[in-house]
Each structure stands twice: as structure tokens, then as C-alpha cells.
């Protein structure tokens, strides 16, 4: 079993930033991919950004040159940089970890919720 948790929503003001951590812990060995995904009301779920243990990441057309992904090994934790937010990206962010690019996510974080105020 893999524990995901996630830090770091809060409320901003359009422009601002903000960073979100996962932190896993568990049978972290299975874990290869570790993605951020973001569901709004009424929108479906989008991926936001994902990263892997070798160090590839994507990013989603909607965020990208403004949110990062980045990943830390050493301390199982993946992160998410979010820059010049705008009140279109309030949602609550989730991260789900899957053992290779094509697997289903296995594991889910409780989510963060992420307000960004006009």
C-alpha cells in the first residue's frame, strides 16, 4: 500500500503562486509515475502535470509556462509550482501515483483545495 498526501492549496490572488507538495509513503517501491490532476465543479477531471522516477514530466496545455513539476526521490515527495495563477485553475488538485505511463492510477491523495480570487 502507497499513503499520498497532499499539501500546500490555500487561497490567492489572481497572479499569485502557490506550491503543492505529495508526499508518499508506503510501498513506494511500486511507484513510478506520480501525476497532479485537478478537478473544478461541473468540469471534468484534468491532468494537470505528471512526473516520473527517471525525471521525465509533462505538462497540460491549459497550465503550461506557468505551472512546474518537479520531483524529489530522496525524500518520495513531488511537486507542483504553480505561477501567475488565474481564477480558472481554482480547483481541488489531486495526486495519483501509477506504476508505469500506461498503468491506472493505483493510489490517490485526499486532494488540496486551490481558490484563486479576481
Known amino acids: 500500500q502507497v499513503q499520498l498526501v497532499e499539501s500546500g492549496g490555500g487561497l490567492v490572488q489572481a497572479g499569485g503562486s502557490l506550491r503543492l507538495s505529495c508526499t508518499a509513503s508506503?510501498?513506494?517501491?511500486?511507484?513510478?509515475?506520480i501525476d497532479w490532476l485537478r478537478q473544478a465543479p461541473g468540469k471534468q477531471r484534468e491532468l494537470v502535470a505528471g512526473?516520473?522516477?527517471?525525471?521525465?514530466?509533462i505538462i497540460g496545455d491549459s497550465v503550461k509556462g506557468r505551472f512546474t513539476v518537479s520531483r524529489d526521490n530522496a525524500i518520495n515527495t513531488a511537486y507542483l509550482q504553480m505561477n501567475s495563477l488565474k481564477p480558472e485553475d481554482t480547483a481541488i488538485y489531486l495526486c495519483?501515483?501509477?506504476?508505469?505511463?500506461?498503468?491506472?492510477?493505483?493510489?490517490w491523495g485526499q486532494g488540496t483545495q486551490v481558490t484563486v480570487s479576481s
Open positions: 512526473t516520473s522516477r527517471d525525471g521525465r514530466t
Open positions: 508506503g510501498s513506494i517501491n511500486s511507484i513510478n509515475n
Open positions: 495519483a501515483a501509477a506504476d508505469s505511463d500506461a498503468a491506472p492510477y493505483e493510489y
